[in-house]
């Protein structure tokens, strides 16, 4: 496994970027003065343009007999991509990726209002009747290596960019992706704002804080990133990445997947680890943690049954970027994300592909996760717990004039034991979305 970059490199990598980006800039804004021929192949004909269309409803049904008993919205979302191709040659130049952001309510009212589809004004509580943003893009490609600076997502263990919400969330910055090495992904990047899902602006990177873990209030003034995944062989592939939120926290990752054939179906293994610790000044508080965790999955026909285990040691809560998620075993649980101070946390899921009883597109899933020993330092509270029941049915149309038209139906029930005031409230959750991708050029 490769070894984790030391704070001095990080750091050298967290300076370089910024000087990156100003020269990439510079570079692809001269791209207009090369003779046309020279960009024109593979710059237009390898370009494309998609059009998303993405309708969301969104229940939170509260159980928990506080003030406000729902949470309910309905919108529609309207996601634009268009991508350059590049120039000709060792070294690419694409002119400018475009991303066009546009979110329309269907339905709220104040009093329901915060699901997070939609921006909500802090005074009256009601949700904005639509949202937009234009986001571009200018890119580099010299032999495997990309570099995009301007809006960029970044999908890593330390901070995937949510999909869970209408429009994605998407940060400003530099990034470097290399396949060079055969087997091995490189990437590294300076990012120094974010554009949250529910948001039209770049705005400061805060470290997400529910049950008071952190001060929500410090910002950090830039994240930087080094590490990679190698593919070892066909079954094994590992990952290891160093990053650092300036002047809150820094987080080291390692994790190791793997398949082994087994009788009629395939063992998965998927192990995880993440090693926090406080970066700087501290601003957000005290950070000591180590989240380990181990996934295991047996695959035989349409069958996939899955057993996990999560182990969060030291002082504090798992920290991670507000607005983004924590690749650990828990991502995209709905409503907790398993990430306390002290949490345990067991998980099986049941998934069934229907593609093996002769219905193609039509995918299901059971999930059931619980966390013990909950520490709730805000709140003086210990060996707290927390449980979640997920049900998800999910349908891709093969054929006809709505070829690959999505259709996902989610459901959770939440239930925990935590103070009056802390996050996470006991709900029924429900979910409808309906997704279809439609070809630009």
């Known amino acids: 496994m ?3 970059p030391t704070n001095a490199v990080a750091a050298a990598s967290a300076s370089c970027v910024p000087s990156l980006h100003r020269r990439l800039t510079l570079a692809v804004l001269g791209l207009s003065l090369l003779p046309g021929p020279l960009w024109a192949a593979g710059f237009i004909d390898d370009s494309h343009g998609t059009l998303t269309l993405r309708n969301y409803y969104l229940d939170r049904d509260y159980q928990d007999g506080g003030a406000k008993t729902a949470a309910r919205e309905w919108a529609q979302g309207f996601i634009m991509n268009m991508e350059s191709g590049f120039t000709e040659g060792r070294v690419g130049f694409g002119l400018f990726d ?3 952001l546009l979110g329309v309510k269907l339905d709220s009212s104040p009093d329901r209002s915060g699901t997070e589809l939609l921006p909500v004004s802090a005074s009256d509580k009601r949700a904005a009747d639509e949202y937009s943003r234009l986001a571009p893009t200018a890119k580099l490609r010299f032999a495997r290596t990309t570099v995009k600076t301007g809006d960029v997502s970044i999908f890593l263990p330390f901070a995937f960019a949510s999909p869970s919400r209408l429009l994605p969330q998407t940060f400003r910055g530099t990034t470097l992706s290399s396949t060079d090495i055969d087997g091995l992904t490189l990437n590294t990047g300076y990012i120094d704002r974010i554009n949250k899902r529910d948001s039209t602006d770049y705005q400061a990177m805060t470290i997400a804080s529910p049950n008071r873990r952190f001060n929500a209030t410090a910002s950090t003034s830039h994240l930087a990133y080094l590490g990679g995944d190698y593919q070892v062989n066909k079954a094994l592939s590992l990952r290891a990445y160093h990053a650092e939120v300036a002047d809150l926290y820094q987080q080291d990752t390692l994790a190791l997947l793997h398949n082994l054939p087994l ?6 293994s998927d192990l995880r680890s993440f090693f926090s610790r406080e ?4 601003k957000a508080g005290r950070v000591d943690n180590r989240n380990l965790s181990a996934l295991f999955g047996y695959k035989f026909g349409g069958h996939r049954v899955s ?5 969060s040691s030291g002082d504090t809560a798992t920290p991670y970027i507000s607005g983004t998620e924590l690749m650990g075993m828990s991502e995209l649980t ?5 990430l306390n101070a002290k949490e345990r946390t067991w998980q099986a899921i049941y998934d069934y592909d229907f593609a093996a009883a002769g219905v193609p597109g039509l995918k299901s899933r059971l999930r059931y996760v619980r966390g013990d020993h909950i520490e709730l330092a805000a709140f003086n509270a210990s060996e707290r717990k927390e449980r979640e029941f997920q049900m998800e049915l999910g349908y891709v149309l093969q054929s006809g004039p709505l070829k690959n038209l999505g259709l996902v139906a989610r459901k959770s029930i ?3 034991d ?3 005031g802390a996050a996470f409230r006991d709900e029924n959750q429900t979910r409808f979305l309906v997704l279809y991708t439609l070809p630009i050029w």
């Open 263 to 268: 009788g009629d179906g395939v063992l998965s």
């Open 418 to 420: 935590f103070p009056a």
């Open 334 to 338: 709905m409503s907790s994300d398993f």
């Open 307 to 311: 057993l996990g285990y999560m182990h």
């Open 279 to 282: 970066d700087g000044s501290a």
């Open 2 to 4: 490769p070894n984790l």
């Open 98 to 100: 475009v991303r066009g």
């Open 414 to 416: 939440y239930r925990n």
